[in-house]
């Protein structure tokens, strides 16, 4: 397993998804960024904290994902963006990574 952090790999997947489809113009190779770190962050959580954390933390991840974009329409594209990301590295380092 790696050694970063699943709440780092999990944030990161957010800002990722959303810089490359925004500086690629395609949105699909920002899902595809979304996705995959998404499924390495599942894996880690799957790991280190079982099935039903992983189940609720990929729920918070998708959540997250799905309400930056409303988000962004109150305080910006980016703000929401690392709102979100925060959000998620937040449950995530509670749930999964504080634990060693």
């Not at 690629?24 to 998404?38: D, H, I, K, Y």
């Not at 959580?45 to 959540?63: I, M, N, P, R």
């Amino acid at each position: 397993m790696s050694r970063v952090p699943t709440s780092v790999v999990a944030a990161s997947g957010l800002v990722a998804g959303y810089a490359v489809a925004r500086w690629t113009e395609r949105r699909p190779l920002g899902g595809v960024a979304l996705a995959a770190a998404g499924v390495v962050a599942a894996r880690g959580w799957q790991q280190k904290a079982g099935g039903a954390t992983a189940a609720a933390l990929s729920g918070a991840y998708v959540a997250a994902f799905a309400g930056s974009h409303p988000l962004a329409k109150k305080i910006g594209a980016w703000p929401s963006v690392f709102t979100a990301a925060g959000g998620v590295a937040l449950a995530s380092w509670v749930a999964v990574d504080r634990r060693k």
